[in-house]
């Protein structure tokens, strides 16, 4: 699995009230509805300009603060390819792989990336590229790929129950 | 090699005979604990497409981000959560009238020494003031959680924190962990088990306790620990069912880190816009005019907080200007409050006492904040738009320390 798309590049620890405000958290339950509202606090062009395939770019500590998954939900349903950064805060870790987001941990990547580059991620051999320069990032741990592979963790513990998928969902 | 406290309350709980960080391993909570958020938990339970909690004696909810139902939306949620609740049998459920889930779950009960509880909010570390494990999750695994009593959990290393010393007057728990996350950063502490001790911790009280493993969540944390005793039992009695096995940790255990604090010399700190870890001294952020102060939350509404205001608050009057918001964190709390006195004081001064709740913390309701104010706050979180308009800015601060401020008009040392 592979993707390719601009990097949007922010700072240290953005925390997931910037991600997504809290005044949306009981109100909003629409995926799509949350997507409109990503990174509102603290990029406002990003929501409307992020492309299918594009990748957030961040240091240390990305998602920090509140353990709402709908930080994760809004930039997966934005179409974020995956989230780049030198650190993740562990429940928006826990939420990103519960919802299917890919995460990379990788240092020098990031360094190397700037606003609006093109970064492509290959999942099977763990590099990225960017500006012709390569970086290696480590797969997530073995116990929890299961859960992204099958797309979230709604479809993978309908698998572990044994319960069938239904028609159309 | 002696073990930790995650170590061995991770192993206990996975039913291995022993754990080593970075192992992931499949735990059976003890407790799952949800909120307002239980309505949408319960869609996601109903997308995997079980029809029955797998235990429901296991399920806490507590309703307390946007209480009572302030729009037709959160009604709405409130709705569906009782339906669920009687629709699944759920004994062990907390409407809007019991308070704040963090103040409410021990209060009834639910949270034992040496157990594993999991909860869909990041304060949930709060628990670990009483030698739980408690660890907060997402919405998802939550519900995952209601289907099949089970979830991962990586085994995290411990970083120990020691405190001795006697805190000067004005000066208390908030200001040491205030300190504590100023030093090592939002990320100091990130997947890391944090276990407090020291002369000072076991001369705290246990809501002091509450307000550390709380806060340790902003430096990242996966859990907080603080090891229980006699104070911890005498809380205890008379609100648990059933008996427990307290957890400690070995002391060869191995640390990756460890930090030691004395409080003699500690002034009161404050954490200012927009990150909790940006603390100072409150000298330094002297004559900073405020708007709205708020004392309460999980962090900080407790009886103990209240009253450390009231003795400030007696006899004065809170500036002209400012508003200050008091939340008291439960039910329980509220009427000790109204009994003894504490919420004459506050009401008499001119603060206004409101229901027990989250209030405007999240920027849910009640005491939003306008483009340009200014508040003081003795909740956990002071980012950049959490409690209204993104213009506004928040500081953290010990209930004192807010108490002063609101007479002052302005943050001043208490």
């Known amino acids: 699995m592979a993707i390719r798309g601009r990097a949007w590049k922010y700072g240290d620890d953005v925390n997931t009230d910037v991600i997504y405000p809290g005044k949306y958290t009981y109100t909003i339950s629409s995926p799509a509805e949350m997507a409109q509202h990503a990174l509102e606090d603290l990029d406002p062009a990003f929501a409307r300009?992020?492309?299918?395939?594009?990748?957030?770019?961040?240091?240390?500590?990305?998602?920090?603060?509140?353990?709402?998954?709908?930080?994760?939900?809004?930039?997966?349903?934005?179409?974020?390819?995956?989230?780049?950064?030198?650190?993740?805060?562990?429940?928006?870790?826990?939420?990103?792989?519960?919802?299917?987001?890919?995460?990379?941990?990788?240092?020098?990547?990031?360094?190397?990336?700037?606003?609006?580059?093109?970064?492509?991620?290959?999942?099977?051999?763990?590099?990225?590229?960017?500006?012709?320069?390569?970086?290696?990032?480590?797969?997530?741990?073995?116990e929890v790929i299961g859960i992204v592979e099958a797309g979230g963790l709604i479809p993978y513990t309908r698998k572990v129950l044994g319960i069938e998928d239904r028609e159309g969902s | 090699m002696g073990k930790t406290f995650a170590e061995k309350v991770l192993a206990s709980k996975s039913g291995q005979p022993e754990v080593v960080p970075g192992q992931i391993v499949n735990v059976a909570p003890d407790v799952v604990m949800s909120h307002d958020n239980s309505a949408f938990i319960l869609e996601t339970f109903r997308e995997i497409g079980v029809t029955r909690l797998k235990d429901p004696s296991r399920v806490v909810m507590a309703l307390d981000h946007c209480v009572p139902a302030a729009t037709e939306r959160y009604a709405l949620?409130?709705?569906?959560v009782r339906e669920f609740v009687a629709e699944q049998g759920i004994e062990n459920f907390y409407d809007v009238e019991e308070g704040v889930c963090h103040q409410v779950l021990p209060e009834k009960g639910h949270v034992l020494p040496g157990s594993l509880i999991l909860g869909s909010d990041s304060h949930t570390t709060t628990y670990g003031a009483f030698g739980a494990f408690a660890a907060g999750i997402g919405r998802s695994e939550t519900a995952a959680i209601w289907a099949t009593g089970k979830m991962w959990l990586r085994v995290p290393e411990t970083i120990h924190i020691g405190v001795t010393g006697a805190f000067r007057r004005g000066v208390s728990a908030k200001d040491v962990?205030?300190?504590?996350?100023?030093?090592?950063?939002?990320?100091?502490?990130?997947?890391k088990s944090v276990e407090f001790s020291g002369e000072t911790i076991r001369a705290m009280s246990i809501a002091g306790r509450m307000v550390l493993c709380n806060m340790a969540a902003e430096m990242g944390a996966k859990n907080a620990y603080v090891a229980p005793d006699e104070k911890t039992d005498n809380w205890l009695r008379g609100r648990v069912k059933r008996s427990y096995q307290p957890v400690f940790p070995d002391e060869d255990a191995d640390h990756e880190l460890a930090a030691r604090y004395d409080v003699a010399g500690l002034e009161p700190q404050v954490a200012c816009p927009h990150a909790v870890d940006n603390v100072v001294p409150v000298s330094e952020v002297e004559g900073t005019r405020i708007n709205q102060a708020l004392i309460g939350t999980c962090t900080n509404g407790r009886m103990e907080d209240l009253r450390a205001a009231a003795m400030i608050l007696k006899g004065r009057k809170v500036a002209r200007g400012v508003r200050l918001l008091v939340f008291p964190a439960s039910r329980e709390v509220y009427l000790d409050a109204l009994a003894d006195g504490t919420l004459a004081v506050l009401a008499t001064s001119g603060g206004i006492i409101m229901n027990p709740g989250c209030g405007p913390c999240l920027g849910a309701h009640e005491g939003i904040l306008a483009p340009g104010e200014v508040c003081l706050s003795t909740a956990n979180r002071n980012f950049k738009g959490r409690m209204g308009s993104p213009e506004a800015k928040i500081y953290l601060a010990n209930p004192e320390t807010v108490a002063a401020s609101a007479v002052a008009g302005e943050i001043c040392a208490p």
């Open chain 1, 49 to 142: 300009e992020v492309k299918r395939g594009d990748v957030v770019v961040a240091g240390k500590n990305f998602g920090c603060g509140s353990s709402r998954e709908q930080a994760a939900t809004c930039l997966k349903y934005a179409g974020v390819g995956a989230v780049v950064a030198k650190s993740f805060a562990r429940i928006f870790f826990r939420n990103a792989i519960n919802q299917g987001l890919a995460l990379v941990e990788c240092r020098e990547g990031v360094d190397a990336i700037e606003q609006g580059d093109e970064v492509e991620i290959d999942f099977s051999s763990g590099i990225l590229r960017c500006g012709g320069r390569e970086f290696s990032f480590p797969p997530l741990p073995a």
């Open chain 2, 77 to 80: 949620n409130h709705k569906m």
């Open chain 2, 177 to 191: 962990i205030l300190r504590v996350i100023g030093d090592l950063g939002a990320d100091g502490a990130l997947y």
